[in-house]
């Protein structure tokens, strides 16, 4: 077998190009073919009758910007990622701080292994503690049931792992006794793989319960499937031409120290860290939605919601920023197989597992997290964000080419940032 060629995630001047100089320069870095290169720019990467497979009643197709940020490093490989997203600043932000991250050694990221859980639901149980004891009684066998089924699965060394039992003595509709398949997915998400399983097992449970099975559903509450990263910086990383960097990390800690205590700040905070994590899960054809349940569920899992990143300074007086959450993603299965634009973009990334893409996921939500952090404990986020947003005026104004950046600028620096004035700089010229 060819080693795959490493990627240099470090392309400098790449923001400098138009769309297709840049779609070049990447696919060059990660060594990508012409058919990958067709795929990422979009162009009619899904056809319609593929569409038309995926989701019902379907009418088109909605487009949305992909950009690639540059410069990430996790446990020392070099990643470029692909991000799906409407709003500016993020694509920028991720790669900056992925770049001051780098010269510190970059992302050193951890993760579970791909083990989800499947709720089953039973009411009707007279004696739910009893019942608890009867269904563990039966564990190998429910287990050998569950993993009866997919072959492919358990030849991976996936399938049920374990059973737990959770029993709620009191609900609105009586006694409850909830079973959990833990299950080892491998590289699926891993819903199909858990549901089919959980529905599989309802009537041996109804037997061995004398209950009534109800859901048969997984739990986005993926607590068993969580990815870690971390980063660590020198303080002078984050000098400023009017602060030091020491004062920055400080403001750092402290914006974040808000989240930890707030959730009013925390949700913000959190939303933050999905601004870079939601846009790599949807290029790569993933379920966001079960990503940001499985996020927000665990933030709150205390009972009291708060941030899922710390910012703390290291004993050298640098700053030193960590992330843990649930991160339920797969390399199969779903429209990550289905979506052709979603394969190039696993080929662009070059992971080989769902936990290595997980990992580096996870990477990119502690580099946005950090951006937004940084920003908002200096100058705020209103000036790097409007200046980028400028573009999108300039755009909205009729502006193209090289124009773009040229009304930008103008409208910008006179402080005007509206189509209106875009408009006039546009005429004058
Ligand atoms: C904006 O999309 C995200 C931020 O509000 C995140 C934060 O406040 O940490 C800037």
Redesign the pocket.
């Known amino acids: 077998m060819t080693k795959p060629t490493p990627v240099n995630a470090r392309i400098a001047g790449l923001r400098d190009l138009e769309p297709s100089a840049r779609l070049d320069a990447v696919c060059a870095a990660a060594g990508l073919d012409q058919s990958d290169r067709a795929l990422l720019s979009g162009a009619g990467a899904l056809p319609l009758a593929t569409a038309n497979g995926m989701i019902e009643n379907v009418v088109g197709k909605f487009e949305m910007p992909m950009g690639v940020a540059t410069n990430f490093c996790v446990n020392g490989k070099d990643y470029l990622i692909p991000m799906v997203v409407e709003?500016p600043s993020v694509v920028a932000a991720a790669s900056y701080m992925a770049r001051i991250a780098r010269a510190g050694g970059g992302f050193h990221a951890s993760a579970d292994d791909p083990v989800m859980r499947a709720q089953v639901q039973v009411l009707g149980v007279s004696d739910p503690a009893a019942a608890r004891l009867r269904i563990l009684e039966h564990r190998d066998e429910l287990m050998a049931l569950a993993n009866s089924k997919d072959k492919v699965l358990t030849g991976l060394g996936g399938g049920c792992k374990d059973i737990e039992v959770h029993v709620f003595d009191d609900t609105p509709v009586g006694p409850m006794v909830v079973l959990h398949l833990i299950v080892d997915v491998r590289d699926a998400m891993g819903a199909n793989t858990v549901n089919t399983m959980a529905e599989l097992l309802a009537p041996k449970v109804e037997t061995i319960t004398g209950g009534t099975v109800r859901l048969r559903i997984l739990s986005n509450l993926a607590d068993l499937r969580l990815v870690r990263a971390r980063v660590e910086l020198e303080a002078a990383a984050l000098d400023t031409d009017v602060l030091n960097g020491a004062d920055v990390a400080q403001g750092i800690v402290e914006a974040c120290a808000l989240a930890v205590i707030d959730p009013y700040r925390a949700a913000?905070?959190n939303?933050?860290i999905m601004?870079g994590i939601d846009p790599v899960v949807i290029a790569t054809g993933n379920d966001w939605r079960a990503v940001e349940a499985g996020a927000h569920a665990f933030a709150a899992r205390s009972g009291r919601y708060t941030a899922l990143t710390r910012w703390e300074r290291t004993a050298s007086g640098g700053l030193s920023g960590s992330i843990e959450l649930p991160m339920a993603l797969g390399l199969v299965g779903g429209a990550t197989r289905t979506h052709p634009a979603a394969q190039a973009a696993l080929r662009l990334l070059k992971v080989k597992t769902a936990t290595e893409l997980a990992q580096l996921v996870a990477a990119v939500g502690l580099a946005q997290?950090m951006a937004?952090?940084r920003?908002?404990a200096t100058e705020g986020?209103q000036r790097g964000h409007m200046a980028l947003h400028a573009r999108n005026i300039a755009i909205t104004a009729g502006a193209t080419g090289a124009d773009i950046d040229r009304v930008a600028r103008a409208i910008v620096a006179a402080g005007d940032i509206t189509v209106d004035h875009a408009r006039t700089i546009l005429d004058e010229t």
């Open positions: 709003e913000t905070h939303k933050g601004n997290n937004a952090l920003a908002l986020i």
